[in-house]
């Protein structure tokens, strides 16, 4: 099982970025795929999810800013990211749970991305 993400880049803050993950190896459209961060010097955090049922959650700090979305059929999770700020520069991981039609917050995710840098200049 592989989780390939893409689409960071360097933005200005006030801009945009849509990032990709693409899965193989198996099938997720019953699983919870997510899309956590880190930044330098600090812990990986959790950023969206969405659910098999497309139910989204979000860390306070992306809320109204971030939009999580899912292709099933395309095996693929995306991350839009709209009004960057400084404080959103990371290197950004796409997860994807094991288990089907279960979520729970704090949960174990089993599958990684490799990363991918989102650097906001202001």
């Known amino acids: 099982v592989q989780l390939q993400a893409s689409g960071g880049g360097s933005v200005q803050a006030g801009g945009s970025l849509r990032l990709s993950c693409a899965a193989s190896?198996?099938?997720?459209?019953?699983?919870?795929m997510a899309w956590f961060r880190q930044a330098p010097g600090k812990e990986r955090e959790f950023v969206a999810v969405i659910t098999w049922t497309f139910r989204t959650s979000y860390t306070d700090s992306v809320k109204g800013r971030f939009t999580i979305s899912r292709d099933s059929a395309k095996n693929m999770v995306y991350l839009q990211m709209n009004s960057l700020k400084a404080e959103d520069m990371a290197v950004y991981y796409c997860?994807?749970?094991?288990?089907?039609?279960?979520?729970?917050?704090?949960?174990?995710?089993?599958?990684w991305g490799q990363g991918t840098q989102v650097t906001v200049s202001s």
């Open positions: 190896g198996r099938t997720f459209s019953s699983s919870a």
């Open positions: 997860a994807a749970s094991a288990l089907q039609n279960y979520y729970a917050e704090n949960m174990r995710w089993d599958y």
